[in-house]
């Protein structure tokens, strides 16, 4: 290499250390902003503060019982069956909806010889709301082995019950406006029953068929001869207008036939009659014939 072709080396190297110092200076040694968010991301992610409310797409969502990011966790689906408060096992009664706290402190009061003898005694449950036990008072079934055994024995008669004239046969009243007291002169009706009878009638919407009476537990079938419908006029909702959730509060509807009613509207509009509805497995003829007396379009 002559002297010429060296000169012209040696400015090249200088001009290019020149630049490359120029270029560091001109950053001041920081990071670049791709590796800076990077880190600030990082630093958000470590302290919980990276985003609010829902994480990203889909049925997601943050514990909110922590400030510190734990993870996503799916939502909840819940689940209605028949279910005994005694025998359930964790993964039932998770899948009924309740909460795993929850849970364990049924199983607490089972270890320490709890009992749950009747549907009043479960809604006792510490932090079980009432919406909740509205929800899974219709599938609660207690064993008889469980019930008290003073139930073997009949109870001492108090002097206004023994004094209580009984309807004869043939006699009857009518089911939708008797009160307690009316109730308690049908053979094998007592205080018990009459009350029932009154709670569960408002709890349907009012009877339309002294067969309803078949839905309060244990409920004695000698007893239903002394009753009779009278110009019912149930309670009706209007299933066109309700959301999924007012749906589900109404005692002939659960989860699946109030998500079906969602679906067929937002596909095909308004329903005409429940017979829009009997493609689905949930709304069988049966179904539809009890349903139908309480709703409206």
């Known amino acids: 290499m002559n002297r010429n072709d060296r000169r012209t080396a040696l400015t090249a190297m200088v001009i290019g250390t020149l630049a490359l110092i120029g270029l560091w200076l001109t950053n001041g040694g920081e990071q670049t902003p791709v590796v800076e968010q990077q880190h600030k991301d990082s630093i958000q992610q470590r302290n919980g503060t990276y985003g609010k409310g829902y994480y990203g797409k889909g049925n997601y969502r943050k514990h909110a019982s922590t400030s510190m990011t734990v993870g996503e966790v799916p939502m909840r689906h819940t689940e209605e069956f028949y279910f005994d408060p005694n025998t359930a096992d964790s993964t039932q009664l998770m899948r009924l909806g309740l909460p795993a706290w929850m849970v364990r402190n049924i199983y607490r009061y089972r270890a320490r010889g709890g009992v749950y003898r009747s549907k009043r005694d479960f809604a006792q449950t510490y ?171």
């Open 127 to 297: 932090g079980l709301t009432k919406k909740d036990f509205l929800r899974l008072e219709p599938y609660i079934r207690i064993s008889d082995d469980y019930q008290s055994a003073a139930t073997l024995f009949p109870k001492e008669v108090s002097d206004s019950v023994r004094h209580t004239v009984k309807l004869k046969e043939g006699e009857r009243i009518a089911l939708n406006t008797a009160d307690t007291t009316q109730l308690m002169r049908v053979p094998g009706i007592g205080s018990y029953y009459a009350k029932e009878i009154v709670r569960h009638g408002k709890w349907i919407g009012g009877y339309v068929s002294v067969d309803q009476l078949d839905e309060i537990e244990g409920f004695p079938q000698s007893a239903k001869q002394y009753f009779v419908i009278s110009n019912p006029t149930p309670k009706r909702v209007n299933i066109n207008k309700l959301s999924l959730q007012q749906l589900r509060r109404h005692p002939y509807i659960n989860y699946y036939m109030a998500k079906t009613i969602v679906d067929y509207r937002r596909l095909h509009g308004d329903i005409k009659s429940l017979q829009d509805l009997r493609f689905s497995k949930d709304f069988t003829e049966d179904v539809i014939r009890r349903l139908e007396p309480y709703v409206e379009y």
